[in-house]
C-alpha cells in the first residue's frame, strides 16, 4: 500500500476513533446514549480490522486500547507528585459544628461547604499530557502508590483523550456498581471461588488484577472529584471545579450540594442516609469540604489531612439475630451452598431471615455455629451477609459447626476441587443437579417454556418422565395428566408451549444447555458468528477467543463442554426432536439496514401484555434495531405500559418518557403506525 493510501486510511482511522470516543462518553459519562449498542459495534469492528492489518495505526487513545489482554508481570511503583491525602472522620452533628467552628475561628463566618456523596471504592489518580491519559496509579501511602494504568484503560468512564489537550492530573474514585457486584458474586459461587465481601473489596480486586482482560469484564465506573493542579483548569472553587471536571470529559457525581451552615450540611447527610439504599453505588458517608480553594490553602494541611475537609461516615446498618439452622443446596454445577436461617429480624428496610453462607471457609472463618447470636449487614446494601459473631453471648455448651461430608441429596461423597472454596457434589446424576438443570432450561432467558416450573420439573423427573432436557420434548398428554394439579388443560397448555420452544433462536437453546460461564449475552454473540449450533461445537479455542467480549474463560469451557460425547448425544435427541439449532436473529449488518421506529430506541416493557409474551415481545423489538431493558432511565426512549403498569409507568411519566400502549407497540411491530391505536 503506499504512502497516500496509508495515510487516507490513518485519517480514515482517527475519524472512527474520535466518534467511538465521542459515543462512549455520551454512554459511560453523560448517561445519554446518541446511538444504539450495534452502531458503536460495527465502528468498532471497522477499527479492529484496520488496526489489525496495520498496527502502526494504533493511538494510545484508540478505544480498541481499553478491552484488555495485557498479563502484567507485576505493578510499578508510581510516585505522586502532590500527596493523596486521607480525610479526618467524624461521627455526629455535635462533631461537624466543631469542624465548622475550627474552620471559622481560622477564616471568619464568610465560609460555604460543598457536600458530596463518599463513594465507597478505590482512590485513584490519572494523569493527562496534552489531554491524552498517560498514567493511572492508586492512592497508596500518599506519597506512593502502583501504576494500574492498564487495568484503569478498560474502565470505559475514564477519557483516554480529554476534549482539551491539556496536561493535568485529576483524582477520584473507582468502584463496582452494585449490580455488578452482585453479578460478580454469583458467578463465583457458581465456579466454587471466594467471594467479595463487598463492592469496595470487588473494585480493589479487580484493579490489581494481573490479566487486564480479568479487569475489563468486571465493569468498573468512577466518580472524579478533585485535581492536583488546577493550573489549566478555570475553577477558583470546588464545586465549579467538578463542572470544569465534567466540562472536559471526566464522570462527576451529581449528588453534590453547595451549603452554607451546619443544618444545610445535616440536611443533606439526613437525605443521602435514607436515599443510600436506592442509589446504584454503595456510599459510607459525605464528604465535606470548604467551596473557595483561597480558603483552602489559608486552612492548608496536617501531617495526614486537610484541615478544609472532613468525612461524616455513616453508622452501619446492622441489626442483631440467632442462628436457628443452616441448610445446604446443590446447584446445577454441583457447589453445594450453607444458608443461615435466622431469627427474622428488620436490617436496610427489609424483614431478613435467611443469609448466605457461601463456602465452608467462610463458616470457619467466622466460626458459625447454631444458636449463634450474630451481628448481620447487607453487603453492597443489598446482600444480607453475617458481620460476626458475638461470642460473649454464646451458649456454653456450644460445639463447633460439623461441615457436611456427603451431598444432602444423593449422598455421595463431597469434593473439594483444585483452587476452589467450594464443595461439590462430582454425581452427574445427582437428582438436585439434573433438577436445577431443568429449571434452567426452560427459564425465561432460556427456551421460556411458560408453566414448567421447579415444584412441576421435580415431579416429572421423580416420577421418571424425564432424565433430561430432551425427555421434556417426548412428552405425552396422558404421562402430564398423572401429576399433581395437571388437568387436560393445563396438560394442553405445557405441550403447545413445549412445542413452540422448538422454534427459538438458538441462542435460547445454548444458553439453556448450561455451560458453566456461558451467559445469555455471550450464547447470542456464539450463535451470532458461527451460525448454528453445530459449527460452535466443532470451533477450537483459538477461533472462539477472535470473538469480542469473549475471554479464556468462557472459550475454554465451550470446548471442554462440547467435547464430551454424552453431550453429542443429547443434542442428536434434540435435533430428532425437532429442536431449533439455527440462528434466527438479525446480524449487526442485517440491523443496519432495518427501517423501524424501534431503530436505536431503548424500550421498557411494563404491565401484561395479552397479543405477545414480554419474551415475544422483546425479541421482535431486537430484531427491528431497539433495546429492550428491564428498568426505566434517562437512557429510554419508550416506555411500553401494558395492563396494571405500576412504578415504572410513574417514573416514566416523572421522566417525560414517550408512553406506549400495547396495541401502539404491536401496530409498529407489525410495520404501521406507533399513533395508532
Not at 462512549?24 to 468498532?44: I, M, W
Not at 463518599?118 to 499530557?129: A, V
Amino acid at each position: 500500500m503506499s504512502q497516500t493510501e496509508i495515510s487516507k486510511l490513518s485519517e480514515k482511522a482517527e475519524k472512527i476513533r474520535t466518534q467511538l470516543n465521542q459515543y462512549a462518553y455520551e454512554y459511560y459519562v453523560k448517561d445519554q446514549p446518541t446511538v444504539e449498542d450495534y452502531v458503536y459495534d460495527r465502528l468498532y469492528h471497522e477499527l479492529v480490522e484496520i488496526e489489525d492489518k496495520y498496527p502502526q495505526l494504533i493511538t494510545p487513545d484508540s478505544p480498541t486500547q481499553r478491552v484488555g489482554g495485557q498479563v502484567l508481570q507485576g505493578f510499578e511503583k508510581a510516585v505522586h507528585d502532590r500527596p493523596l491525602y486521607s480525610l479526618s472522620d467524624v461521627f455526629s452533628k455535635e462533631e461537624i459544628i466543631a469542624f465548622d467552628a475550627r474552620v471559622k475561628k481560622a477564616l471568619g463566618d464568610q465560609v460555604s461547604y460543598v457536600c458530596e456523596l463518599k463513594i465507597d471504592g478505590l482512590s485513584i489518580s490519572l494523569r493527562y499530557e496534552d489531554g491524552v491519559f498517560v498514567r493511572g496509579a492508586t492512592r497508596g501511602d500518599g506519597t506512593v502508590g502502583e501504576n494500574i494504568t492498564a487495568n484503569l484503560k478498560t474502565v470505559k468512564s475514564i477519557p483516554l483523550r480529554l476534549k482539551e489537550p491539556i496536561s493535568v492530573e485529576v483524582r477520584g474514585e473507582c468502584y463496582m456498581p452494585k449490580e455488578s457486584f452482585v453479578k460478580l458474586n454469583q458467578q463465583r459461587e457458581e465456579a466454587g471461588l471466594d467471594i467479595f465481601a463487598n463492592p469496595r473489596n470487588a473494585a480493589a480486586g479487580s484493579l490489581r488484577q494481573l490479566d487486564t482482560k480479568i479487569t475489563a469484564h468486571r465493569n468498573l465506573n468512577t466518580f472524579l472529584y478533585t485535581v492536583a493542579d488546577f493550573g489549566p483548569l478555570e475553577a477558583n472553587n470546588q464545586f465549579d471545579a467538578l463542572s470544569e471536571l465534567a466540562r472536559i470529559g471526566f464522570r462527576t457525581n451529581p449528588e453534590k450540594r453547595l451549603c452554607h451552615s451546619v443544618e444545610e450540611i445535616w440536611d443533606y447527610i439526613e437525605e443521602y442516609h435514607e436515599k443510600r439504599i436506592e442509589l446504584p453505588y454503595e456510599i459510607d458517608g459525605v464528604v465535606i469540604k470548604v467551596n473557595d480553594f483561597d480558603q483552602q490553602d489559608q486552612l492548608g494541611f496536617t501531617v495526614k489531612a486537610p484541615r478544609w475537609a472532613t468525612a461524616y461516615k455513616f453508622p452501619p446498618e446492622e441489626a442483631q439475630t440467632v442462628i436457628e439452622n443452616i441448610e445446604w443446596t446443590v446447584g446445577r454445577t454441583g457447589v453445594v451452598t450453607p444458608t443461615a436461617v435466622m431469627t427474622p429480624v428488620r436490617v436496610a428496610g427489609t424483614t431478613v431471615s435467611r443469609a448466605s453462607l457461601h463456602n465452608v471457609d467462610y463458616i470457619k472463618a467466622k466460626d458459625i455455629r447454631l444458636k449463634d447470636k450474630v451481628v448481620i449487614y447487607k453487603a453492597g446494601d443489598i446482600i444480607p451477609e453475617v458481620a460476626q459473631v458475638l461470642l460473649d453471648l454464646r451458649e456454653e455448651d456450644s460445639q463447633p459447626y460439623e461441615i457436611p461430608t456427603h451431598c444432602p441429596i444423593c449422598h455421595s461423597e463431597l469434593v473439594h476441587l483444585d483452587e476452589e472454596v467450594a464443595l461439590r457434589c462430582i454425581n452427574p446424576k445427582c437428582p438436585a443437579q439434573i433438577k436445577e438443570g431443568l429449571s434452567h432450561f426452560v427459564s425465561r432467558n432460556a427456551m421460556n417454556i411458560d408453566g414448567l416450573g421447579p415444584r412441576v420439573l421435580a415431579q416429572m423427573y421423580d416420577r421418571g418422565l424425564v432424565k433430561d432436557v430432551a425427555d421434556l420434548y417426548s412428552l405425552k398428554e396422558e404421562q402430564l395428566l398423572t401429576l399433581d394439579k395437571i388437568k387436560e388443560k393445563s396438560a394442553n397448555n405445557l405441550l403447545t408451549a413445549i412445542d413452540q420452544s422448538k422454534d427459538n433462536s438458538v441462542e435460547r437453546l445454548l444458553f439453556g444447555l448450561g455451560i458453566r460461564h456461558v451467559g445469555s449475552k455471550a450464547a447470542k454473540i456464539l450463535a451470532e458468528h458461527f451460525g448454528d449450533l453445530w459449527s460452535i461445537t466443532k470451533a477450537d479455542k483459538e477461533t472462539i477467543l477472535s470473538l469480542n467480549a469473549i475471554g479464556e474463560i468462557i472459550a475454554d469451557s465451550v470446548v471442554t463442554y462440547f467435547e464430551n460425547e454424552e453431550v453429542h448425544e443429547l443434542l442428536t435427541e434434540l435435533e430428532e426432536a425437532g429442536v431449533n439449532f439455527e440462528y434466527k436473529g438479525k446480524t449487526s449488518e442485517e440491523l443496519e439496514e432495518v427501517d423501524s421506529v424501534f431503530k436505536e430506541k431503548t424500550v421498557v416493557l411494563t404491565g401484561k401484555l395479552s397479543h405477545f409474551t414480554r419474551e415475544e415481545a422483546k425479541e421482535k423489538i431486537e430484531n427491528l434495531g431497539g433495546k429492550v431493558t428491564g428498568s426505566v432511565s434517562k437512557k429510554t426512549d419508550i416506555v411500553v405500559a401494558g395492563e396494571e403498569a405500576g412504578s415504572k409507568l410513574d417514573k416514566a411519566k416523572q421522566l417525560g418518557i414517550d408512553v406506549w400502549t400495547e396495541a401502539q407497540m404491536v401496530a409498529a411491530l407489525e410495520g404501521g403506525s406507533e399513533n395508532e391505536d
